[in-house]
T-cell receptor
Framework: DGGITQSPKYLFRKEGQNVTLSCEQNLNHDAMYWYRQDPGQGLRLIYYSQIVNDFQKGDIAEGYSVSREKKESFPLTVTSAQKNPTAFYLC?????????????FGNGTRLTVT | DAKTTQPNSMESNEEEPVHLPCNHSTISGTDYIHWYRQLPSQGPEYVIHGLTSNVNNRMASLAIAEDRKSSTLILHRATLRDAAVYYCILRPTEEYGNKLVFGAGTILRVKS
């Protein structure tokens, strides 16, 4: 079955360490996205990529970095510069060629930094 | 970005219809109305979208007001599995980038 895989489901890190969250899709989608969700709140866009080797900052990109070397993969690095990294991180993809094509989300990675 | 307003929470009985409202008074003529829902500890899933006409699919119906300043997501027979956060989102047609803005949504509780 096609879908988005995020791993791991839970991640624990010490403050000051960089950590990379994995996102892989086998839907052949061009566009991929990273969102952050804090308890009781909606999703906020961190970065998005419309095509391989290209990506743009979303609304809250500070303290994060991404790469898009392959169509299937869009890893997110949470750097030590991110002041409040503990959150639920969601990756999504969509078919760039179709207007209004829905976003397909993974089941998220819950990151806890202490 | 055009903003949507939804109630914080709603409650429904199992097997009864549920009408989830959304106000979007600043909607532009080219904005589509999208609905997603998020079950606990999962990523959001697409439910339905529309522009002007009412829409039906296997999950729900979307009723859009004639002036497009509000819409209603209709679940015809709520089940316990429909308990989730429901997001109403506006999406410009000219933007292939799909930068959806998710507000806090409506928490739907379903009682058995």
């Amino acid at each position: 079955d096609g879908g988005i895989t995020q791993s791991p489901k839970y991640l624990f890190r010490k403050e000051g360490q960089n950590v990379t969250l994995s996102c892989e899709q086998n839907l052949n989608h061009d566009a991929m996205y990273w969102y952050r969700q804090d308890p009781g709140q909606g999703l906020r866009l961190i970065y998005y990529s419309q095509i391989v080797n290209d990506f743009q900052k979303g609304d809250i990109a500070e303290g994060y970095s991404v790469s898009r070397e392959k169509k299937e993969s869009f890893p997110l690095t949470v750097t030590s510069a991110q002041k409040n990294p503990t959150a639920f991180y969601l990756c999504a993809s969509s078919d760039q060629g179709r207007r209004n094509s829905p976003l397909h989300f993974g089941n998220g990675t819950r990151l806890t930094v202490t | 970005d055009a903003k949507t307003t939804q109630p914080n929470s709603m409650e429904s009985n199992e097997e009864e219809p549920v009408h989830l409202p959304c106000n979007h008074s600043t909607i532009s003529g080219t904005d589509y109305i999208h609905w997603y829902r998020q079950l606990p500890s999962q990523g959001p899933e697409y439910v339905i979208h529309g522009l002007t006409s009412n829409v039906n699919n296997r999950m729900a119906s979307l009723a859009i007001a004639e002036d497009r300043k509000s819409s209603t997501l209709i679940l015809h027979r709520a089940t316990l599995r429909d308990a989730a956060v429901y997001y109403c989102i506006l999406r410009p047609t000219e933007e292939y980038g799909n930068k959806l803005v998710f507000g806090a949504g409506t928490i739907l509780r379903v009682k058995s």
